[in-house]
């Protein structure tokens, strides 16, 4: 994304770098990362915090489930309409909105004095992740157009939200230990004001080209959003109920029907909300497609993980958050092997054995038993899982962005990032479901409670695994090469794209 700028001197600055490079870029993507950490972290930081919630809120069983399932839901079902609407009224924008959106919301739950309170703010920070989260990674995306450069920008920001997704659990721990649970929301505000701060110096505003854009598709947008709110509420609710009940039927059912006449609606409108032929990539397809076994396993292990230690281990929350830490530190060397070898031999073989190598680390926590101890029962299937799942991440972010055009980055990033949403809450109904359902059958045979507990949760291990495999060996089949560039429009257009691009407040970034 090139800047244009009133100051000469930043204008001959600016000149000097290749298009696409901008001089602030790897400020711009320290900030953008943080920010998307803090945003991830909350997604897993309550997990731990969980009964201290409880007894401070006086929440009902059923109401806490929310304070997990509110975030999910919000996130989920807004992800693509948020990368969207972030394409036509500007990234920087709809990023700033969302970080004004998170710190409200965060608010909101430190300072709760009533459950519904708590709730609303879960609900607002999901929402929040689903306008900042596309609109980031968009902006990524256009900053750095060379492939070398862009698989390490993708390394250093899919490592930050992974840590943040696995720092979580260690946070949550020591805070709740330390502190008080309010703090796992407060700690977000000071870090939203920085933001704030550094976004508008450090990024340009970017968007569709006017006469690209065309008018929103209202209703395609409500269909997909709807649909996609009913599927991951029906998910949600498996973890709690059979597959069969009315619960889980009848929200899944409505949202493929939703989800059935977006597409509909999507072949009649003039301009829908997804471009004709955007899942004709097989590239893309795929790599969507495998996000859903990918994140099933990823939170299915995190939350069974946990569970196990505390349940069966006895470990106090703060040991099994500080047990976390290696799982980052693997990511980060995973996510580090990536970014080097990504440029040196494609997206293909790293992706593939990442998906492969993940599903071994979870094959090996799946022998765990009731006496294991943490060196060798639990942290070897740990290093091995969260190295080859670091390694997955910016090559399959890289993959989902293959031939995406500058003018759909958001879109493209809001589609992966919804694909990831609905793995984990199929990674929590699936997973656990099949894990809590052979621990019943396990005590009704007979089986002491913390046998039949461990014996449901290796279930689901495995299952993760499979799922692992199978995502390999889907990849490994359908995947294209992947040489890690945008497409843009200005480039591959015809003349009269070309100058309708270079008249307007377009792709090139222009900071109003």
Request: aromatic fraction near 8%; glycine fraction near 12%; hydrophobic fraction near 55%.
């Amino acid at each position: 994304m090139a800047t244009s700028s009133t100051d000469p001197s930043r204008r001959q600055k600016a000149s000097a770098h290749p298009p696409g490079a901008d001089p602030r870029r790897w400020k711009a993507l320290l900030v953008l990362s943080a920010l998307q950490f803090m945003i991830l972290l909350d997604m897993t930081i309550v997990n731990v915090a969980l009964p201290a919630i409880e007894d401070g809120m006086a929440f009902d069983p059923a109401g806490l489930t929310w304070v997990v399932n509110g975030y999910a839901l919000a996130a989920g079902s807004l992800l693509i309409l948020g990368g969207r609407l972030a394409d036509y009224y500007g990234r920087r924008r709809l990023l700033i909105i969302g970080v004004v959106l998170f710190a409200a919301s965060s608010a909101l739950c430190g300072f709760a004095t009533h459950p519904a309170m708590m709730i609303l703010g879960r609900f607002g920070q999901g929402a929040a992740e689903a306008i900042a989260a596309p609109a980031s990674l968009g902006l990524i995306a256009l900053l750095f157009t060379d492939a070398k450069e862009r698989s390490k920008a993708l390394g250093i920001w899919g490592g930050l939200v992974a840590l943040g997704g696995t720092l979580g659990y260690v946070f949550s721990g020591l805070l709740t230990s330390f502190t008080s649970w309010r703090w796992i929301f407060l700690i977000n505000l000071p870090v939203a004001l920085i933001a704030l701060i550094a976004i508008p110096a450090l990024l340009d505003e970017s968007r569709m080209a006017p006469g690209r854009r065309g008018r929103l598709d209202v209703w395609g947008a409500a269909t997909s959003t709807a649909g996609l709110v009913a599927i991951v509420y029906g998910l949600l609710e498996a973890a709690e109920n059979p597959w069969g009940s009315a619960a889980v039927v009848f929200p899944v059912a409505a949202g493929i029907a939703l989800l059935l006449g977006m597409l509909i609606i999507e072949r009649r409108v003039p301009d829908p909300l997804l471009p004709r032929g955007f899942f004709d990539n097989r590239t893309r397809s795929v790599v969507n497609f495998t996000s859903l076994f990918f994140m099933a396993a990823f939170i299915g292990y995190t939350f069974m993980l946990t569970l196990f230690e505390q349940d069966v281990l006895g470990y106090t929350p703060l040991q099994s958050g500080l047990g976390y830490l290696p799982l980052g530190f693997g990511i980060g060397v995973g996510i580090g092997i990536s970014s080097v070898l990504v440029p040196k031999i494609g997206v293909k073989p790293v992706v593939v054995a990442g998906f492969l190598g993940a599903g071994v680390g979870l094959a090996l926590t799946s022998f765990a038993t009731t006496d294991s101890s943490y060196l060798l029962g639990i942290l070897p299937g740990m290093i091995v899982f969260a190295v080859f799942a670091g390694a997955t991440m910016p090559a399959a972010t890289n993959a989902a962005l293959h031939n995406v055009t500058t003018q759909d980055s958001g879109l493209a990033s809001g589609v992966q990032s919804t694909a990831q949403q609905i793995g984990g809450a199929l990674g929590l109904a699936v997973l656990v479901t099949f894990a809590m359902r052979r621990f019943l059958a396990d005590v009704t045979a007979g089986e002491p409670v913390e046998v039949a507990m461990t014996n449901g949760f290796t279930l689901g291990f495995q299952i993760g695994a499979v799922l692992m495999f199978v995502g390999g060996v889907l990849l490994a089949v359908f995947l294209e090469r992947v040489d890690g560039a945008l497409r843009d429009p200005v480039v591959e257009g015809v003349e009269a794209d070309l100058a309708a691009l270079s008249a307007s407040d377009d792709e090139v970034g222009h900071r109003p």
